[in-house]
């Protein structure tokens, strides 16, 4: 199994913990201004890109939809509004995001159709071929073994299902490249600081999505862990990137 240079990359560069751990306490603690602050560094943005990214399951029409790093649910929420399925399991290490993501998912009645669980992307506690469709929305860089987790991923899909992957990306335009290293350098982390009083947490983000193996590397990473049918689509001029890649079919001979 291959290392990344994101995979090293954690929150607390004093702590001992693993990356994993790490990343469950910085969750931990920012989880109840995590939502306020996703609208507001993001302008509201992300909810535009994850309508995008949920836009390429529709065709699928997947019954049984597994999100992992689901964080406040808010993939869920979308994907049964756009996909209505009848199954969305979301699973996350952090049980601050979790507490938040139920009381949204009670408030908004769909406690029947979707259940949020404590769960690792590394290990996932399914069977292998129990989803038509796993997604990921800006979790992937907080893997510690970046492979492991989308081997997983691949192991739970159908046969014929399909990984939907959002992550934030670098921009080619220079211009506005030096804008956005700008803002997730200085702005994100002061805003971050203000708000959740968690300086670190945004200082983390920057710095992983500096290490993150983005565009090309990233669907080949998908193809080498055994996805085919590997494509990207680039949004907001490269900010963000919707990667996919679907489980082989079962050939016969």
């Not at 192991?155 to 506005?176: A, D, M, Q, Y």
């Amino acid at each position: 199994m291959s290392y990344y240079k994101h995979d090293v990359v954690v929150p607390f560069k004093d702590s001992n913990l693993t990356k994993k751990q790490q990343v469950a306490e910085m969750f931990n603690r920012i989880a109840f201004r995590y939502d306020l602050l996703n609208r507001l560094l993001s302008g509201g943005i992300d909810v535009y890109w994850r309508k995008k990214a949920i836009r390429e399951l529709l065709s699928l029409k997947p019954k049984q939809i597994l999100d992992v790093a689901t964080g406040t649910a808010d993939m869920p929420v979308m994907m049964m509004k756009y996909l209505q399925p009848e199954k969305i399991t979301a699973i996350d290490i952090s049980e601050g995001m979790l507490d938040i993501g139920r009381k949204k998912i009670s408030k908004l009645n769909l406690s029947r159709n979707v259940e949020l669980q404590t769960g690792d992307s590394e290990s996932i506690n399914f069977p292998d071929n129990s989803f038509d469709a796993t997604t990921v929305s800006f979790g992937v860089r907080n893997f510690e073994f970046l492979e492991k987790g989308l081997e997983e991923m691949r192991r739970v899909l159908k046969p014929g299902g399909k990984l939907v992957v959002l992550e934030f990306s670098k921009p080619k335009n220079n211009t506005f490249k030096i804008l956005c290293n700008f803002y997730f350098r200085f702005i994100t982390p002061g805003v971050g600081k203000l708000i959740s009083k968690n300086k670190e947490a945004y200082q983390y983000l920057d710095k992983s999505v500096e290490a993150f193996p983005e565009g090309d590397n990233f669907l080949d990473i998908l193809k080498k862990t055994g996805y085919v049918n590997c494509y990207r689509k680039p949004l907001t001029l490269g900010i963000c990137t919707i990667y996919c890649g679907s489980k082989s079919e079962p050939r016969f001979t």
